[in-house]
């Protein structure tokens, strides 16, 4: 498929975390020319690092087929992780600017490869000053914490 035939998407996306670690929620928006998808989820331990990687990745893996995508979301360690650090890690063997192993390395391994699939653009928003879709993923992402605090205590 061309670059001028894929289609776009936007793509909005949040992570939380109560606690860090703690209980951690992701909120995600597509949107594909008048189709709007959200999606959430979250994790009983996490970070809200991860909870930021994990949103994208979600998201990008929902596309069926290669897009031109842009990715919004708040979240500076994503954006500049894919835009600036990335290939420094990988050519130091995943390691980091101090020598140290980069974390979260299986969350970026898997947004890696989901990148080659896609044409991205990579937006940074500032979070919680009134963007109508960060502020929805932001949402979604606290409404999964809940649940996922909620069903921890029903399960024991």
């Known amino acids: 498929m ?67 995508v842009k990715v919004v979301t708040d979240s500076v360690y994503v954006v500049r992780g894919m835009t600036e650090w990335l290939p420094g890690w990988i050519k130091r063997g995943w ?6 192993p980069v974390l979260n390395r299986d969350l970026w391994e898997s947004l890696l490869t989901l990148s080659k699939i896609h044409m991205i653009e990579w937006v940074w928003v500032k979070g919680h000053h009134g963007h109508k879709e960060n502020e929805r993923c932001d949402q979604l992402a606290r409404e999964a914490i809940l649940q996922c605090v909620k069903e921890a205590r029903n399960s024991r």
């Open 95 to 100: 390691i980091n600017s101090q020598k140290k």
């Open 2 to 68: 061309t670059n001028k035939k894929r289609q776009s998407v936007t793509i909005y996306t949040d992570g939380a975390c109560s606690g860090n670690p703690g209980p951690g929620g992701y909120g995600a928006i597509l949107q594909y020319g008048e189709t709007t998808r959200e999606i959430s989820g979250c994790e009983v331990e996490t970070t809200n690092n991860r909870m930021e990687l994990t949103a994208v990745i979600q998201a990008l893996s929902r596309l069926k087929r290669p897009c031109r």
